[in-house]
């Protein structure tokens, strides 16, 4: 599971995420610099430490690299909430509270986003669930336990793909983002 970007990595990523296309550390820094002092060497490697934790893919162009987001910040913040509940010992209780603490515009929203999961899902067939023997009424028919499992918030095989599965061919296999390429954390 990814880990929050620190602050000066997430200045860098809300840049290459809102401009949505291969950018240059010069146009970072330069952007940077509207709201702060910072060298052009940081910014390479601020780029360079997320290329190699999977966040980014780089094409050289000339000297130059032209770096290009793996992910979206969407998926980076779905990853994130989905590590900081899958962490919970009572998953329940924590979605609760944090439904809690939502606006009615991201109730909305969140609501807006079960319609469209549910829209995804295959219809049951009613006939797979009658006539099961030994399960009628209980529930226990084939198809229907197992939809139960699927109506939870957040479905397993619709959580966002970690960056590195969308990057370059053997980018990051076999390691988290935020791994280098020694397998060691941040």
Do not use: C
Not at 6 to 21: F, I, Q, S
Not at 44 to 50: A, F
């Amino acid at each position: 599971m990814p880990r929050r970007l620190g602050d000066l990595e997430d200045a860098v990523m809300t840049r290459v995420w809102e401009w949505n296309r291969p950018v240059t550390v010069r146009e970072v820094l330069e952007d940077l610099q509207k709201e702060r002092s910072i060298a052009y060497t940081t910014v390479m490697t601020v780029l360079d430490n997320l290329h190699q934790k999977g966040w980014v893919r780089r094409e050289a162009e000339g000297r130059a690299y032209r770096y290009e987001a793996v992910s979206t910040r969407a998926a980076y913040a779905a990853a994130l909430m989905n590590e900081a509940w899958s962490a919970s010992d009572n998953p329940a209780a924590a979605l609760v509270a944090f439904f809690g603490m939502m606006s009615p515009e991201q109730r909305q929203a969140l609501r807006d986003a079960v319609r469209m999961v549910q829209v995804d899902e295959p219809a049951e067939d009613p006939e797979d669930t009658e006539g099961t023997e030994g399960t009628e009424g209980t529930g226990e028919a084939t198809g229907q336990g197992e939809r139960a499992e699927q109506t939870g918030p957040v479905e397993e095989d619709r959580t966002p793909a970690a960056p590195e599965a969308a990057g370059e061919p053997g980018a990051g296999e076999g390691r988290e983002p935020g791994a280098n390429a020694g397998g060691k954390g941040r």
